[in-house]
């Protein structure tokens, strides 16, 4: 028998909880537990192994099985963070913050899959049908085939799906789904898991790729977002900053692709554009000759992509030295930091640091440690670095600078870029030697050598 319980579920990682406390246990959320009634089941009538079972089909893993036909979208940003396209009967979230452009992107994406022939529906739980009428007028796309709801209920959703068969279904959002089975509100984790559940196991049974937007929260996690993203086979974010008109689509998990891999956009007045070479982008308006700017040649999925790091050491007037970072990692900036000044004899403790990646993108490579060194010392001495030049590499706690993967990828997209000397760790003997005629290649092996190359080498021009 099934009874009925209040329980205390923590809305940050949907723990369960029997009391409530200020402060969940498990992730250590704060004021995150809310009540909500669960449904227990009662204790087993009969042992699991008496034998009433169905058997299931084994079958052997050396059994060959094709790969799944994907559905391309024709926006290759978006079916590249797929890892080439929708699977059928996978099932994906998109999360990211309120306003940074979901709906519209999985619009023009649901558009551009029925544009293919795919029977393809889009469900809204935030506006009304009028609404996302104008916003497909808006982006140039209200002459497709495109079958609008405006529902919240799910059992209505479901059965409304199982009559229609689509090949994609868009969820707009998770969060606004309910379920009758439930007895705790919209959003909570409960009704959230509850309804991803029913969504991902309806994406499996009929082989329909279900997208379900997902809000996040204002620490950067989907509401219940442990629960979710393990029921679904691919994570993708929108990340982005507001003031800025980029916003990158990256897959944080992906069982059909590789994790990592980012796709760029363009926020216009017509809906997303897709970015087909964002280093260009990110370059777009760079001082060369400013102090502090320094090119980074990164990895980005299976894509190089250059990006400008820009910092500022400048005198502290305060007492305390402030460290200020955005777009990437501050304990990785303390760590270059401590090297400069521990093996590099910079005396770096009174001044203000402040790091920026241009462009609103996020780093997350050590292969940016060089670049970002680069950028500090160029900053302190208040030399430029020299024109055309891109810096990669990792700085490792003794002052060495080891070598990274993919530098001959590296190259060639500087290359591309007309870009023609690299500071780059040693490369060893045999390695990847492409291009080494076309671009110039300055070799670090000790952090201290490129100190001395600003000090000695500095660019009077600037
Ligand atoms: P939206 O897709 O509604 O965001 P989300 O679903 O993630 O909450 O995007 C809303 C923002 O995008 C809004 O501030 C207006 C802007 N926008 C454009 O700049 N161009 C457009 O063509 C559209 C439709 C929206
Ligand atoms: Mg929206």
Known sequence: MARASVKYVCQSCGTTHTKWAGQCGDCGAWNSLSEEATQSA???????TSGKGRRVELSSL?????PPVRVQSGIGEFDRVLGDGLVPGSAILVGGDPGIGKSTLLLQAAAAIARTGAKTIYVSGEEARAQIRLRADRLGVSDTDVLLAAETSLRDILTTLEAEKP???????IQTMWSDTIESAPGSVSQVRACALELTSFAKRRGVAVILIGHVTKEGQIAGPRVVEHMVDTVLYCEGERGHQFRILRAVKNRFGPADEIGVFEMTGTGMKEVS?????FLGDRDERAPGSVVFAGIEGTRPVLVEFQ?????SALGTSRRAVVGWDSGRLAMVLAVLEARCGLQLGAFDVYLNVAGGLRISEPAADLAVAAALISSYTNTAVPARTVVFGEISLSGAIRPVAQSGARLREARK????TVFAPPR????DKTDADAVRIEEFDELRNLVERFDTDADPGA
Request: charged residues 15%; negative net charge; proline residues 11%.
């Open 62 to 66: 050396s059994a060959s099985e094709p």
């Open 311 to 315: 910092a500022l050491v400048a005198q």
């Open 277 to 281: 070479n964002p280093s260009a982008l």
């Open 167 to 173: 090949a994609l279904v868009v969820i707009d959002s």
């Open 428 to 431: 060893g003997e045999g390695k």
């Open 42 to 48: 009662g204790p087993p009538s009969k042992s699991l």
């Open 417 to 420: 870029l007309g870009f023609d």
